[in-house]
């Protein structure tokens, strides 16, 4: 689908059409080696996202961050993994859902986190579904911190995002993360092209520059 939103991902200040200032950041190199990109709420619904289908290969994870100054709001705008940057943007879309070709995909954080995986690589280097909901939750100290207290560390390129290798990766299969604006709510899934349609990036949109709340799109 067509998007005619406003659409100021990975650029820095205060774009024409924004509400807030932004400032882009890079959160490092997720790996895609199935070609199937998994976004989700990788607290609570990991292995369980929105699918997109990419070229197998590693990617930079860009975070556009947002802080709303009237009440200090502040988190992720746009998750985005890049995969061209060598190219303008020409056509933005918003995915289909899988269920409803009519209706917009959408990750549902509870989590307040926000993520990109291979969607593949969950069931492969993860441990089984019984182990896997602690480990995320409450990690196995002292030595390996839950996903949540990794999102809030200090040393991460940014206190509100993280870089986790999975448990049982052997390629360094990774979940990248990081804290989304909106706190619990809906993200949109949209994909950004070339003008002859080869995509450039799949991206979380948070709709913090849209004055219409994502149930209107």
Aim: hydrophobic content about 40%; overall charge negative; proline content about 8%.
């Amino acid at each position: 689908m067509n998007d005619a939103r406003p659409f100021l991902a990975l650029q820095d200040g205060k774009p024409d059409g924004a509400r807030h200032v932004q400032t882009v950041h890079d959160l490092g190199v997720l790996r895609v080696p199935s070609g199937r990109l998994e976004a989700c709420d990788p607290i609570i619904m990991l292995g369980a996202g929105v699918v997109v289908d990419v070229p197998p290969g590693a990617y930079p994870v860009r975070l556009t961050h947002v802080v709303d100054a009237e009440d200090d709001t502040q988190g992720a705008a746009y998750l985005s993994v890049v995969l061209r940057d060598d190219l303008p943007v020409s056509q933005v879309r918003t995915v289909a859902s899988p269920g409803d070709q009519v209706e917009p995909a959408l990750v549902i954080t509870d989590s307040t986190a926000i993520g990109f995986v291979d969607h593949e690589a969950v069931d492969r280097c993860m441990p089984p579904h019984d182990e896997r909901e602690e480990l995320i939750l409450d990690g196995d100290p002292p030595h390996t911190p839950s996903w949540l207290d990794l999102l809030e560390a200090p040393d991460h390129v940014r206190e509100d995002s993280a870089d986790i290798r999975l448990p049982l990766a052997t390629e360094e299969e990774n979940v990248i993360l990081a804290r989304s604006w909106t706190g619990q709510g809906d993200h949109l899934v949209v994909t950004t092209h070339a003008e002859d349609g080869v995509l450039l990036a799949v991206h979380l949109d948070a709709s913090a520059h849209d004055p219409v709340a994502v149930d209107d799109v």
